[in-house]
């Protein structure tokens, strides 16, 4: 998600394997190491006071809720882990694409890369995508779909994937470092829904997150760092009935579970 701050602290996340895999011990502490995160094994982890926990699982890692039977959340561009589905590529006539502009040149900054779903959209458009996401929980999972996706053997996916550049960090500081290598034609952001709207995301999933990270309460901060950085345009993805971000978008392209509001930029 965006720049905002974290509703919670590593703390309140443990990582975890299963306890019948010992062998995926290590690579648990190393993961938590990272991103300083209690690593416990899950022998009676329900019944822990940590609001998440991060399982390692070998094949990928979940995110999800201690006392949760189902399925928590996974970073998969592949459609083949179990319970996940890659979604597919986009047409050029859908909201998404439209919002996003000429593709002949462009490249994207999407400062708000979360689950990186969007990412991987513009990406099979075709798309150079430069994702930033500060949360180390969400960059881990990044990483993790990132590497999975590169070792299966789908051509498709992997050339999606080598259109997409990911940074862990501040995107507020990570764009201005990021302009200095290169153009900024378009920056996608994608903010929190507020509390009190429905969102595009799954009920299940979009309480995951924000139990994660939170709020996206700069995200007017984050918009005036990327309207300064765009040549060509500021995109910002909201629901269909909330408000805009800020006043007056040059325009909008509206579908079912989103609108798009664009801000022209410079170019």
């Given at each position: 998600?965006s720049?905002?701050?974290?509703?919670?602290?590593?703390?309140?996340?443990?990582?975890?394997?299963?306890s019948?895999?010992p062998s995926?011990?290590?690579?648990?502490?190393?993961?938590?190491n990272?991103?300083?995160?209690?690593c416990?094994d899950?022998?009676?982890i329900?019944?822990t006071?940590?609001?998440?926990?991060?399982?390692?699982?070998?094949?990928?890692?979940?995110l999800?809720?201690?006392?949760?039977?189902?399925?928590?959340?996974?970073?998969?561009?592949t459609?083949?882990v179990?319970g996940?589905?890659?979604?597919?590529?986009?047409?050029?006539?859908?909201?998404?694409?439209?919002?996003m502009?000429?593709?002949?040149?462009?490249?994207?900054?999407?400062?708000?890369?979360?689950?990186?779903?969007?990412?991987?959209?513009l990406?099979s458009?075709?798309?150079?995508v430069?994702?930033?996401e500060r949360?180390?929980?969400?960059?881990?999972?990044?990483?993790?779909?990132l590497?999975r996706?590169?070792?299966?053997?789908?051509a498709?996916?992997?050339?999606?994937?080598?259109?997409?550049?990911f940074?862990?960090?501040?995107?507020r500081?990570?764009i201005?470092?990021?302009?200095?290598?290169?153009?900024?034609?378009?920056v996608y952001?994608?903010?929190?829904?507020?509390?009190?709207k429905?969102?595009?995301?799954?009920?299940?999933?979009i309480?995951?997150?924000?139990?994660?990270v939170?709020?996206?309460?700069?995200a007017?901060?984050?918009?005036?760092v990327?309207r300064?950085a765009?040549?060509?345009?500021?995109?910002?993805?909201?629901?269909p009935?909330?408000?805009?971000?800020v006043?007056?978008?040059?325009?909008?392209f509206?579908?079912?579970?989103a609108?798009?509001?664009?801000y022209?930029?410079?170019?």
């Amino acid at each position: 998600m965006s720049s905002g701050q974290h509703a919670l602290s590593a703390s309140a996340v443990i990582v975890t394997w299963p306890s019948d895999r010992p062998s995926l011990q290590e690579e648990a502490r190393t993961l938590a190491n990272k991103v300083d995160c209690e690593c416990r094994d899950s022998e009676g982890i329900e019944k822990t006071e940590a609001a998440l926990l991060l399982v390692v699982h070998g094949d990928r890692l979940e995110l999800r809720e201690p006392a949760s039977r189902g399925r928590g959340l996974t970073v998969d561009f592949t459609g083949t882990v179990k319970g996940t589905r890659r979604r597919a590529g986009v047409s050029s006539k859908q909201p998404i694409a439209r919002a996003m502009g000429p593709r002949r040149g462009a490249s994207i900054i999407d400062a708000t890369a979360g689950l990186a779903r969007d990412t991987f959209l513009l990406a099979s458009l075709g798309y150079p995508v430069i994702a930033v996401e500060r949360s180390p929980i969400l960059a881990a999972m990044i990483h993790d779909g990132l590497a999975r996706g590169m070792g299966v053997g789908n051509a498709r996916v992997r050339a999606t994937l080598e259109r997409i550049r990911f940074v862990e960090g501040d995107a507020r500081e990570a764009i201005g470092v990021l302009t200095k290598q290169g153009t900024a034609d378009v920056v996608y952001l994608d903010p929190m829904y507020p509390s009190k709207k429905k969102s595009a995301l799954a009920k299940k999933e979009i309480r995951l997150l924000r139990q994660l990270v939170g709020d996206d309460g700069d995200a007017e901060e984050l918009f005036r760092v990327a309207r300064e950085a765009a040549v060509r345009r500021v995109v910002v993805k909201r629901h269909p009935q909330a408000p805009p971000l800020v006043p007056s978008p040059d325009v909008q392209f509206k579908g079912r579970t989103a609108r798009f509001d664009v801000y022209l930029g410079r170019g």
